[in-house]
């Protein structure tokens, strides 16, 4: 038989589901506000769901919950279970929007979209205008639709110009010995791939460089700041080393660094995109950042959420419009990143052994 489930922890368990609807409800309106779907976000969301589900059927199993409770969190459980069901078809389609979206073939798709727009529906001088020929009008040499110049290409072997990646794997080979690296090396490849990016834009070295100073800083945190140091210590001696990324770890990332040069693609061509709507959308990612369910080491997530809301600072307050739209891509990129740890089921593990 189990225990009886005190009321201090019935109510901790319902906040815990009022903040996932509170998250979800969010996760909603900021998707229609920009427009598109992260599925980073969406598979961060289908862990938090599956462990409050989790969470509630146990709750109702437990020994002294009203009749009446138990059957209303036995109706709010199916619907986590719905959400479940549906959340991975979302993520599909995300994923699938995301693939190969680079600005040239934007462009394509919408002039490609607004032709036939305008083949479809006729001018009211069109409908009044007596039938032409259509070989009288066939133009002699067909126009090409000029394809816009890629500012910046992806390359196999990164260029470590200022020494980050090294300085960061130094750092990361000297806890090694000690402590578990695997959160750690995510944030290390992650500043990989920037640098495995090229651009002849005299700002590719800010778009290069500023992101890869605070993934360096976040490796730093978490193995020489408390918590972190001591917490990648014990985890260190309860569960087996892991030093490299498994295939969907590797793909979230390069995925969310191909969504931050695609956000400052428009600076690297020396046009200015509207700061505020960057600023905007920045502002938006942080107020959705993902803080998982209870049983994660919160310390640490918050170690994360603090780089985040410094890099909105630096876009809200930098003087220079370029730099504030680079700053604004960084946060949505380290909120994205971080959403991709929480979706992956080993590097959430991590977060939730470490919690005491």
């Given amino acids: 038989m189990t225990e009886p489930l005190r009321i201090d922890e019935l109510v901790d368990r319902l906040l815990l589901i009022e903040t996932l609807n509170s998250t979800l409800i969010h996760f909603i309106l900021s998707s229609q506000v920009e427009g598109s779907v992260d599925p980073d976000r969406v598979d961060s969301l289908t862990q938090g769901l599956l462990r409050a589900r989790k969470w509630m059927e146990d709750t109702m199993a437990t020994e002294g919950i009203p009749k009446s409770t138990a059957d209303m969190m036995g109706l709010i459980a199916k619907r986590l279970a719905q959400l479940e069901s549906l959340l991975p078809k979302l993520s599909e389609k995300a994923k699938a929007a995301e693939a190969g979206r680079q600005p040239t073939q934007e462009i394509l798709s919408f002039l490609d979209e607004t032709t036939l727009r305008q083949q479809t529906v006729p001018t009211a001088s069109q409908i009044a205008a007596p039938r032409m020929d259509a070989q009288a009008t066939t133009p002699l040499v067909e126009t090409a639709v000029p394809r816009a110049r890629e500012i910046y290409k992806r390359v196999d072997i990164e260029d470590d110009q200022w020494g980050l990646v090294s300085h960061a794997q130094q750092i990361i080979d000297q806890y090694s010995k000690r402590c578990h690296v695997l959160l750690p090396i995510f944030w290390l490849e992650a500043a990989r791939e920037i640098h495995r990016y090229r651009s002849d834009s ?18 730093k945190t978490l193995l020489t700041e408390a918590p972190g140091a001591r917490l990648f210590q014990d985890l260190y001696s309860k569960r087996a080393h892991e030093t490299s990324l498994e295939a969907s770890e590797t793909e979230r990332l390069q995925r969310a660094v191909a969504k931050y040069f695609s956000g400052v693609d428009e600076v690297l061509r020396g046009q200015m995109p509207n700061v ?23 310390r640490l997530i918050k170690r994360i959420n603090q780089r985040c809301e410094e890099a909105l600072q630096e876009a809200t307050h930098a003087t220079d419009p370029a730099r504030q739209v680079i700053y604004a891509e960084i946060t949505k990129l380290l909120s994205k990143l971080h959403h991709a740890i929480l979706a992956e089921p080993r590097l959430r593990e991590v977060l939730s052994q470490m919690k005491l």
Wanted: charged share 30%; hydrophobic share 40%.
């Fill in 202 to 219: 005299p700002l590719m070295e800010e778009a290069v460089r500023l992101p890869s100073e605070f993934m360096v800083k976040i490796i």
């Fill in 276 to 298: 505020e709507d960057k600023v905007s959308e920045a502002q938006t990612a942080f107020d959705g950042f993902g803080w998982g369910g209870p049983e994660l080491e919160k």
